[in-house]
């Protein structure tokens, strides 16, 4: 059974820094990328990071190019984002995803979720 | 960055009625287009990906339909469980993108 556990999330002042983790089971790293995915309280869904299975590609939303870091750990089956410089806009639940390709045009959809870790930047 | 908008917002519906929430994309995203069911306070759940492909485990109730700009999700019978905010997700170019969700009440 694929299981996806997220954790490291907290309140942190304007300015802090923290680490999420995700554990992941059930499924290798070999050939998936992973993905965060965040949601501000009561509000829509945003993508925010992206890894390649080999951990050497990675894609950033603008908004926190130069400010969040993600990094996977194949060995241990983590993933993690690294999140500096916090906002007050950077509150929301985040979700770490596993990303599949599926049908013929290889569509990128994110197949499996964890249950998300509340990050509160606030003073 | 691709924009995606939904139609309606939210919508109230009996057990049992068809349901259908339309997906625009501002470009065309081919066939890449996903949707998600989210309950309150859960994580979303794949429903539908190529705009038209039912995920593995998914009742049959649900369908996808579209290309380019404009899509659909159907519910052909409404059931208690399906009642939660849809999203529709592009996958065409990055940054990848979801639509502002679809809350379907109970009516």
């Known amino acids: 059974e694929v299981q996806l556990v997220e954790s490291g999330g907290g309140l942190v002042q304007p300015g802090g820094s923290l680490r999420l983790s995700c554990a992941t089971s059930?499924?290798?790293?070999?050939?998936?990328?992973m993905s965060w995915v965040r949601q501000a309280p009561g509000k829509g869904l945003e993508w925010v990071a992206t890894i390649k299975e080999d951990g050497f590609e990675k894609h950033y939303l603008d908004s926190v190019k130069g400010r969040f870091t993600v990094s996977r750990d194949s060995a241990k089956n983590s993933l993690f984002l690294q999140m500096n410089s916090l906002r007050v806009e950077d509150t929301a639940v985040y979700y770490c995803?596993?990303?599949?390709?599926?049908?013929?045009?290889?569509?990128?959809?994110?197949?499996?979720w964890g249950q998300g870790t509340l990050v509160t930047v606030s003073s | 960055d691709i924009q995606m908008t939904q139609s309606p917002a939210s919508l109230s519906a009996s057990v049992g009625d068809r349901v259908t929430i339309t997906c625009r994309a501002s470009?065309?995203?081919?066939?890449?287009l996903n949707w998600y069911q989210q309950r309150p306070g859960k994580a979303p759940k794949v429903l539908i990906y190529?705009?038209?492909s039912l995920q593995s485990g998914v009742p049959s109730r649900f369908s996808g339909s579209g290309s380019g700009t404009e899509f659909t999700l159907t519910i052909s019978s409404v059931q208690p469980e399906d009642f939660a905010t849809y999203y529709c997700?592009?996958?065409?170019?990055?940054?990848?993108?979801f639509g502002p969700g679809t809350k379907v009440e109970i009516k």
């Open positions: 059930g499924f290798t790293g070999v050939g998936y990328w």
């Open positions: 997700q592009q996958s065409y170019s990055s940054p990848r993108t």
């Open positions: 190529a705009a038209s």
């Open positions: 470009q065309t995203v081919s066939m890449y």
């Open positions: 995803a596993r990303e599949s390709r599926k049908a013929l045009i290889a569509v990128a959809v994110w197949d499996y």
